[in-house]
């Protein structure tokens, strides 16, 4: 019976989706119907072959990690679809440029961009802690976690955007793929991606150099990045010296430390912290014009929030729950980051949903819960059958 029920599961789970396709993108191309359908098989002979298999993809199996990293994670992906669906919504907003609502919701954009930093520190709070592993099997880990749905979703972009018209246009796309080109695809978000991958590089040599640092040097280090990241804000330099990387790198540091036990005892300096700097935050974004540059992603304010939003799940860790739809959140959290923006751009061509001028707050808000549903519903779609292919021809290699 559960082999059967498993089977009518995935098999309506799969017509629901090609029909949603149908309507979303139409007609739909015969290859992805046949990618889709191998996934779907995949899929079906892992419930039948793992009792848990199923249970897994649905989150129902209560996670055994510390659920502060699940409602961090939920909430680094609330604030980027957060972005995303006012950006492109206050640009309808005509007339209202010089009210304080207009203003507010432009600055809450400004605001969430701090999930850049929050991404990085929870790669830097999950993957420095040392682990007994060799550098390849780290990047084979990431392979099929990272890179695989990155190819997967740029693929999916560029043939939702038409790029894609048959099997000469794929080694045009695979340069884009391969140059971080992210023209006339919608996938100008997929810069963090590349972020992450050239901080995981180093991340697997940094894993045995920081598994004996003192806490005290490493503290020093964390106040050092600050210290950086001001110097790099602040300083115009006249000569070629570029910290973007080294400013990455070190990010993955701080989320680090924020993660450590012993940091526990500065989470309310912290929080007071990040609540000032964004109280500094709305002052510059009000009052100096430049802010543009003073807000950057890597500026010592931005620091200093992602660090206060550690802090702050940090200290209610107690008092957080292993909830279904936080770890259903997390789990495709990677798959809604990528595919969010097309989500957003659908709801705005497609439905019309987005509108901030009206009701005033309600709409937004309804704008933000419906992108993130159906991102949600997307990611898992194409997670399961299709990421799954690739993942599945990486554990019959590893087996060989």
Not at 147 to 163: E, H, K, R
Not at 283 to 292: A, H, K, T
């Amino acid at each position: 019976m559960r082999v059967l029920l498993n089977i009518v599961y995935w098999i309506g789970i799969f017509v629901a989706g090609v029909l949603a396709l149908k309507y979303a993108i139409a007609p739909v191309s015969y290859v992805v119907l046949g990618i889709a359908a191998v996934g779907l098989a995949i899929s079906i002979f892992k419930s039948v072959k793992s009792d848990d298999y199923l249970k897994g993809t649905l989150a129902l199996n209560k996670s055994r990690n510390i659920p502060v990293y699940d409602f961090i994670r939920v909430f680094a992906v609330i604030s980027v679809i957060t972005i995303h669906v006012l950006s492109l919504d206050l640009v309808f907003a005509a007339g209202y440029e010089n009210t304080l609502y207009y203003k507010t919701l432009d600055f809450i954009v400004w605001w969430c961009l701090n999930c850049n930093i929050i991404f990085v520190m929870l790669s830097g709070a999950l993957l420095l802690p040392y682990r007994d592993e060799t550098v390849l099997t780290f990047y084979g880990k990431r392979l099929s976690k990272i890179v695989i749905p990155l190819i997967v979703y740029y693929l999916w972009y560029s043939w939702a955007f038409g790029q894609i018209t048959g099997a000469a246009s794929l080694p045009n796309v695979f340069k884009k793929l391969a140059t971080a080109d992210f023209s006339d695809n919608a996938t100008d978000h997929f810069w963090l991606v590349y972020v992450l991958i050239a901080v995981y590089i180093l991340i697997a040599f940094l894993r045995p150099m920081l598994k004996n640092y003192p806490y005290k040097f490493l503290t020093g280090l964390v106040i050092a990045t600050v210290l950086i990241l001001t110097f790099f804000t602040y300083v115009p330099f006249n000569i070629e010296m570029d910290g973007i990387y080294l400013g990455w790198v070190l990010v993955a540091v701080v989320g680090f430390w924020c993660a450590k036990d012993e940091t526990r005892k500065y989470d309310t300096v912290l929080i007071i912290i990040g609540i000032l700097s964004s109280i500094l935050m709305w002052v510059i974004y009000r009052f100096d014009s430049s802010y543009g540059l003073t807000l950057s992603n890597l500026s010592p304010y931005r620091l200093l929030v992602a660090m206060g939003v550690f802090a702050f799940f940090f200290k209610i860790k107690d008092k957080l729950k292993s909830l279904y739809l936080i770890r259903l959140i997390s789990k495709y959290s990677y798959g809604i980051m990528l595919v969010h923006y097309w989500v957003v751009g659908y709801l705005e061509m497609k439905i019309g949903i987005n509108s901030s001028t009206r009701w005033t707050g309600a709409y937004p808000l309804l704008s933000i819960i419906v992108a993130l549903i159906l991102s949600l519903i997307v990611a898992y779609l194409i997670d399961n059958f299709v990421c799954v292919i690739f993942t599945a021809a990486i554990d019959l290699l590893k087996k060989k």
